[in-house]
Each structure stands twice: as C-alpha cells, then as structure tokens.
C-alpha cells in the first residue's frame, strides 16, 4: 500500500475523511525554515492508482508548481503520472 509508505516517510499523517469516492489525508511535511509543519492534502480518488491523487498546499504559499488562488499542486510528479 502507497499510503503506508506515505505515513512511513511522515509520521503524523492522518485520514481525515472516507467515503465512498476517495480518501483525503492530511500529511505534515517539515521544512527547515518553519518551525511548524506545512500540511497538504492528498485526496485519492476512486480511479487511483491508475489516476493521480490530487495534493492541495493548506497553506498560503508561492511556488511555481503550485497554483495560485486553489494552492493545488500542478508540478511534475502530477503532472507525467502514469
């Protein structure tokens, strides 16, 4: 299981919803210049694996791979899944 793996290389993550249609996870990520952890979130739909989680920044931030106004991130990872 992927997500196992997941919760392996960040411990704090939890499920934070499941329903029929996909599991959304709430995953901190620590950064060096934060003392707090940055939270995503990394929805898993129905058609995963064969179709992309989706990962949402729960935070105000800029970066290039993440979209402005949604925080969604669109960079490579997402972007050449298959």
Same mark, same amino acid.
């Given at each position: 299981?992927? #997500?196992?793996?997941?919760?392996?290389?960040?411990?704090?993550?939890?499920?934070?919803?499941?329903?029929?249609?996909?599991?959304?996870?709430?995953?901190?990520?620590?950064?060096?210049?934060?003392?707090?952890?940055?939270?995503?979130?990394? #929805?898993?739909?129905?058609?995963?694996?064969? #179709?992309?989680?989706?990962?949402?920044?729960?935070?105000?931030?800029?970066?290039?791979?993440?979209?402005?106004?949604?925080?969604?991130?669109?960079?490579?990872?997402?972007?050449?899944?298959?």
């Amino acid at each position: 299981m992927q #997500i196992n793996n997941v919760m392996k290389a960040f411990p704090g993550t939890e499920l934070a919803r499941k329903d029929a249609s996909r599991q959304e996870y709430k995953v901190p990520i620590k950064l060096n210049v934060s003392k707090q952890p940055l939270y995503i979130k990394v #929805i898993l739909g129905q058609g995963f694996p064969s #179709i992309c989680a989706q990962v949402v920044v729960m935070a105000r931030v800029t970066h290039s791979y993440v979209e402005s106004g949604t925080y969604n991130y669109r960079g490579p990872a997402l972007a050449n899944w298959n």
